[in-house]
């Protein structure tokens, strides 16, 4: 493996696991104490106060967003690289998605690294990223330039799979309102123009065509306004659509598609239709596997071996999908369960306080340090990073 020396690799192992009782009270204490999306006032305060113990520039309340911050320790001109800390909590079910350990994993490597700075020209951000389960940070401080002049942002996510990367797809929701025309339903049918039943009926389409879509493509909705008293015909109706796919082209693609079923049936029932995107939804996720392939080397010491993805699996949505459009990104998945289980479950909370968490969160810091080492002190391997980046982007992949 070319970049930093086997001693430099060393010191950054030596320096997190030197930590490893800090970071796992990091860890437990975050666990211990869940906070819902853009409320995480106590996890920003616990992360930013050790970033600034330990001497980095801390700027809290980046882009607008109250619970992000970004944490900043260079040496000279060079490369920089971002280290990207999620932690917020799931509603009932506390750190069911374990963003505990990877907050303390980043955490981890960026205080190791700051440790050998001396060794290492260039930059180390930490990315404080709120509100991964619902908004999404990273697309506000993408948007905001906060990765303007990174050179790559690394994380790892606990899993119950031991990939180095999981196609996570694009997504948006679609509001689709019907218009009919209200009337008694016995007394005045024939003047009804009935707007619930058209909408059903693009349920109906959406279920049909729906088994013709391309692998990752998917569309489930929910009626949020379907009337309001059974004497009298609906004459407004409204549904909420998820729409996913595997990239933000075919996204794009999927929205169209939604737009014209909607027209149809509005035609054939004699309604009209509004048809609105919520929100800037995620990109897909855009795998560096100059990168991921990196990391996986290093955690191999740790003894987690990570594979390929198995194919026509997609894990959902994330929002580093908006940061690894900008730059060189990996988001591996290291397993911290069996994957007879899921995320998002109790047994999954539970697996995020757990000794195997331990070690993964342990491993990942590891890998992570020398993973951001590499970047920093190997220009080849950063521009073969980039270079990947644009010929996948040139491909919409
Ligand atoms: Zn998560
Ligand atoms: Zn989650």
Redesign the pocket.
Known sequence: MDGPSDDLYGRLRHECARRADDLWHVSRTLHADPELAYEEHRAAGLLTGQLRRAGFQVEQGTAGLDTAFLARAGNGPGRCVALLLEYDA?PGMGHA?GHNLIAAAGLGAALALHSVMEQVAGTVLVVGTPA??QGGGKVALAEAGTFDGVDAALMFHPGVHDWSWAPLTAQTQIRVGFHGRAAHPTGDPTRGIDALAALIQLFNTTAVVGKRLPPGSHVQGIITDGGSATNVVPAYAEGLFGLRAATSTALDTLVADLGTWSEGVAAATGTTVSVKRQGSGYAHFRDNDVLSDRFSEHIARSGIQLTQPAGGVYLGSSDIGDVSGRVPAIHPFVAILGDEES??TPAFAKAADSDRGRHVMLAAAEALACTAADVLTDATLSAQAWARLREKAAQGL
């Open positions: 799931l998605c991964e389960e995320d998002h």
